[in-house]
């Protein structure tokens, strides 16, 4: 997938205002429109111009891509980094179904969850009051919090736009309680923590979003936990029981006589925490220690001879 430069698909520069992006679009619109259009690609550019006018209009589109596409070149080989909109801070502002149907692959992998727009009020005359628009955020735990909950330090980075409609990102820090056996996918509620409310109506709520950090030994898949267990050449042969590390203590796991490698073992209720807990996964792995000593040869030497074993027939 190819890196798309909205600034320069419309022509303007990456200062640009408000005003000036609108004014590009509308030159442009009139340029391409296919109803008035005699340009032979008019269909083709129109979406283009459509789709650079869908972000950069919007502060919050405009805010995420400036900081993600900073680096990168109209062309390039792109592929946004894993979680590269945690952090940020998003209104409900979407699209409805079908509207960015004609958008490009880029557009979707970067934008394509955000949530449809709830205005979460209905004009009704004088006096009215509004409740406030939810907002929304994915942030990144250690998958440890999921063992014991924790209250956390969380900085968002929210989107705004200045007196001259440039937009830029300011950031709040909040203090979250994460509950115990919290999972992937999972969404905190912060109440009264989303936008203001209108005439003295409810602001509304921050909803948090719950993905984990890349761990060194741990993948959690629902309440499930994954692990790889490293084990010896005699263990596996002769089966052994061992200490498994985990953030709440160690389990001790039985490996059955003759284990091979990538066999998976499952330890019920040793999972990440809920009703019920989730289950721990472990995927053997065979490891050989080295021969890079006399002893150790001579060991190997014995087993190649003495031992009727022919791995290719296994």
Known sequence: MQFKDYYQTLGVGREATAEEIKKAFRKLARKYHPDVSKEADAELRMKEVNEA???????????????LGAHYRPGQEFRPPPDWDAGFEFSGGGFR????????????????????????FRPGGQGFRGAGEDHHAKVLLDIEDAFRGATRQISLRVPQVDAQGRAHLATRTLNVRIPKGVREGQVIRLAGQGAPGLGGGAAGDLLLEVRFRPHERLRAEGRDLHLALPVAPWEAALGAVVA??????????????????????????KGLPGDPPGDLLLDLRVVLPPADTPRARELYETMA???????RRA
Not at 53 to 67: C, I, T
Not at 305 to 311: G, K, P
């Open 53 to 67: 006018h869908a972000v950069l209009s919007d502060p919050e589109k405009r805010a995420a891509y400036d900081q």
């Open 97 to 120: 179904p079908g509207e960015a149907a004609d958008f490009s692959d880029f557009f979707s992998e970067l934008f394509g969850r955000m949530g449809a727009r709830d205005a979460g």
């Open 244 to 269: 498994v590390e985990l953030p709440d203590g160690a389990v001790k796991v039985r490996i059955p006589e003759g284990a091979q490698s990538g066999r998976q073992l499952r330890v019920r209720g």
């Open 305 to 311: 001879r003495e031992l009727a074993f022919d791995a």
